[in-house]
């Protein structure tokens, strides 16, 4: 930028439009038109790109009066350029139920239950965590070495156990020996789980936010939206807090399945005396630890007012170690010899899993109940689920959970167990526990479900384009009719509406999952067997139905375990399956990780600040005239990074969204953050925004459609397609553009020179933005006399949205 300064005062100021591209990884290429382009800042994770003529443009200002200077900032390595990404799907409970935690309804002076609901989504998470590492228990402990190792028809045509066997004799042959090598398993995921969070967090939550000055009488103080806050985007301490107390979860989950296995041999008569008292110190250790991480979790929430640089340092360094210092107590006491152990039937505690689902379906029905409480505060309407919205997306966290978890092991459980069906007897082991099997068999029952849904959206749609027929054949008087393109610009319109109607979707998916895993549940702790055994000596077709559930269920959790396999993989491989995935997480992880510490992280916490530093320092060193260009996901980044911006800035910046999701998405599944009084107060700062809008967009739409404010920010709906049949400036036919191509219309130029025409001329001031020092969003040479930042809202106050734990 030292260009830039040097050519202050050589004409007039510059205008800058700086594009956002949404989801799906549009290149610069694509968002400048142009195949020649350069980076001017960033790097190849993040960057932002002009074309190449237009590199040294400060230095010619007079070439630009009529336009403004195109810049791209190109985000989407952050969500899919690194092949290891492609990992990230193991993770995807772990981001769902991070999503439940900023889905809560906005609320007023009730601040228990603010705190309540956090503190019900984080062990929502914690249980994930377990439910993860006992899965992997299960495959390793139960299924290969206690099972598999500890049958001789089993073992026979498998090399690789056969130092493990129990009739191999040798010294590993032990049933305790056998799952204390088996533990390696668990404790290297739980580990791995450990290094992958680590090292994200040190390239995003770490990175120290830039302050900036608050001051302490501004009387619009208790106004502020949560995104405005300083240390919205910074979770250093609460992440490495949870990450601490997570992997201590996972390494005493597996610590509790060696001790349930030795404990109860040696309480049989004519056990070890000293085993059984080292077991039950173990026991209790387990018990007391346990307590304190579920402490840990619940004793401390995220800190948004201002950057907390703090580190809970005893909790983060001795946790884990204290933790894996268990497990190993467990691992010794596990292998110690046991003349006379031999293993036969289930690994002792296979009822964890059912636990698991119960203690889930609980603390789901709780964040109901806390949601339905805040909600009763300050009713929203136009909130998903009138505000439960949160509560049936933590319900479908734990139903992934449970899906992956139950696939890998029922896929391992077939291949162990040759040509019998696990849990049936017709096979050399006895298979997973039986509330998998129940879990695996409602699963049929649930794809009906919601086959059943999906026909009646289809209907749905099918209905509403025949009411937007007449209208479409209406908007073109004068045009012969063509049938075809009526119906099918009909169908678009219809087709766009589901977007309204997923809420529902999802929270009767919920509700459905909610029941059929109670019942779940249910039938294997009454009948302690499989659903193929229980329902012998049934009418024909129920036994029938049972078995057919049972085996179809089966095959369908081991299909998706394959499919997710295989898709990681090809994705690993391939930058275009990368790019398709990546949408999944451009669209997931644009939030903090607030709830669970190994959910892939958050990319706004890198991507906001580049946006909010590129304003700054752009106004400050030339002076100039910003628009900030966001299209759908692209228009959340802008306008949070907007939030972020001094009041000197902001006077400078226009804010231009198109395609955007920030009311119809954003504003109802996170009300207490893009609800209708966050926006509005965005409105408030940002005098200069402009939202176009189309109602054949499946995504995006009206961001203040209820405003009265002046001036409107919402232009639209635009007319789409731009012409119906063949004209003097569209000779052929005129695409439908539904979410895309919004710069094709020629209304997105004017309201970008309408906008520019609007930001006031502001004197230049002395010195570069880039100087050491300068506080977060304000320029190192900014006027002392200026008003500084407002401070963040009281804890009572619901605007900001935010967590007043």
């Known amino acids: 930028m030292g260009k830039a300064v040097a050519q202050r005062g050589a004409g007039p100021p510059l205008a800058l439009e700086l594009l956002v591209h949404g989801v799906g990884g549009t290149t610069p290429q694509e968002m400048l038109d142009d195949p020649s382009v350069v980076r001017v800042t960033g790097d190849e994770t993040a960057g932002i790109y002009r074309r190449r003529e237009d590199a040294d443009a400060e230095a010619r200002p007079a070439e630009y009066q009529d336009r403004p200077v195109a810049e791209a900032y190109s985000w989407c390595n952050l969500t899919s350029g690194n092949s290891a990404r492609a990992l990230w799907l193991v993770l995807l409970p772990f981001m769902v139920a991070n999503l439940a935690h900023w889905m809560r309804p906005a609320a007023t002076g009730r601040s228990a239950s603010l705190r309540t609901y956090g503190v019900l989504v984080r062990l929502v998470s914690l249980s994930l965590t377990v439910l993860l590492v006992a899965a992997a228990c299960e495959v390793a402990l139960d299924l290969v070495a206690w099972q598999c190792a500890g049958a001789a028809d089993c073992a026979r045509d498998k090399s690789w156990l056969g130092f493990l066997s129990a009739g191999h004799g040798g010294w590993w042959s032990a049933p305790g020996r056998r799952l204390a090598l088996a533990a390696l398993v668990p404790t290297a995921l739980t580990g791995l789980l450990w290094w992958l969070s680590h090292r994200t967090w040190s390239a995003y939550e770490s990175q120290p936010p830039v302050r900036r000055p608050v001051r302490e009488d501004d009387p619009e103080a208790g106004a502020r939206p949560a995104l405005c806050l300083p240390g919205f985007w910074y979770g250093r301490r609460l992440v490495a807090r949870l990450r601490a107390a997570h992997t201590a979860a996972g390494f005493l989950t597996v610590a509790a399945a060696l001790a349930a296995a030795a404990t109860r041999f040696d309480r049989k008569p004519g056990g070890s005396a000293a085993l059984d008292a080292v077991g039950w110190a ?28 703090r580190l809970d340092r005893a909790v983060v360094r001795y946790l884990p170690g204290a933790a894996l210092g268990v497990l190993g107590v467990a691992v010794v006491h596990a292998a110690w010899s046991r003349p006379g152990w031999t293993s036969n039937g289930l690994l002792p505690g296979d009822e964890t899993f059912g636990v698991i689902a119960l203690v889930q379906g609980t603390l789901v029905l709780a964040i109901a109940a806390t949601a339905w409480r805040l909600r009763s505060g300050a009713p929203d309407d136009r909130a998903a689920l009138r505000g439960l919205g949160g509560a049936a997306v933590a319900m479908l966290a734990c139903a992934l959970g449970s899906l992956m978890s139950g696939g890998v ?8 167990d040759d040509n019998g069906t696990p849990g049936m007897g017709d096979g050399p082991i006895d298979g997973p526990p039986v509330v998998l099997s129940w879990q695996a068999a409602v699963i049929p029952v649930l794809l009906l479900a919601l086959l059943v849904l999906a026909g009646l959206f289809v209907r749905r749609t099918w209905r509403g384009a025949r009411r937007e027929l007449p209208g479409v054949r209406a908007s073109h008087p004068g045009e012969p009719e063509d049938t075809s393109r009526s119906r099918r610009i009909a169908g678009t319109l219809a087709a766009a509406e589901l977007t309204d109607c997923a809420p529902w979707f999802v929270g009767i998916t919920a509700v459905i999952t909610l029941v059929l895993g109670g019942g779940a549940v249910l039938g294997a702790w009454t009948t302690g067997e499989v659903p193929g055994e229980a329902g012998e000596g049934a009418p024909g077709l129920i036994a029938a139905t049972a078995q057919t559930a049972q085996a179809l269920g089966s095959w369908l959790v081991g299909l998706v375990f394959i499919l997710l396999i295989a898709l990681g993989r090809r994705a690993y491989r391939d930058q275009g399956a990368r790019r398709t995935i990546g949408i999944l997480w451009d669209v997931g992880t644009f939030w903090p990780r607030a709830a669970h510490p190994f959910a892939p992280p958050c990319y706004a916490e890198r991507a906001v600040p580049d946006l909010s530093w590129r304003m700054s320092t752009w106004t400050e060193s030339t002076g100039g005239r910003l628009v900030i260009s966001g299209h759908s996901q692209g228009s959340v980044l802008a306008a949070a990074a907007v939030w972020q911006l001094d009041r000197r800035t902001r006077r400078r910046v226009a804010l231009l969204t198109y395609g955007s999701p920030l009311e119809r998405l954003y504003g109802r599944w996170f009300p207490a953050y893009f609800g209708p009084r966050p926006l509005r ?40 397609p731009l012409a119906y049949g063949r004209t003097a400036q569209h000779p052929l036919p005129a695409p439908i553009l539904g979410h895309g191509e919004y710069q094709a219309d020629p209304v997105f130029g004017e309201e970008r020179a309408g906008l520019l025409a609007r930001l006031p001329e502001v004197p230049q001031q002395r010195g570069t933005a880039a100087d050491a020092g300068a506080p977060a969003g304000q320029a190192a040479g900014a006027s002392p006399s200026l008003p500084a930042e407002p401070p963040a809202p009281a804890p009572d106050q619901d605007v900001s949205g935010r967590s007043s734990e």
Not at 287 to 305: D, I, K, L, N, Q
Not at 409 to 416: F, G, K, P, T
Not at 697 to 716: F, K, N, S, W, Y
């Open 282 to 309: 173990l026991e209790i250790t387990l018990v007391g630890s346990g307590a304190f991480v579920v402490w840990v979790v619940c004793s401390r929430g995220r800190s948004e007012t201002d950057p907390d640089d």
């Open 409 to 416: 092991a029922q896929r391992v459980a077939d291949w162990l």
């Open 681 to 720: 107060a965005l409105h408030r700062e940002v005098h200069c925004w402009r939202n176009l809008w189309r109602r054949t967009d499946p995504i995006g739409g009206a961001v203040l459609p209820r405003a009265e404010e002046e001036p409107q920010v919402d232009r639209g709906p635009l007319r789409d």
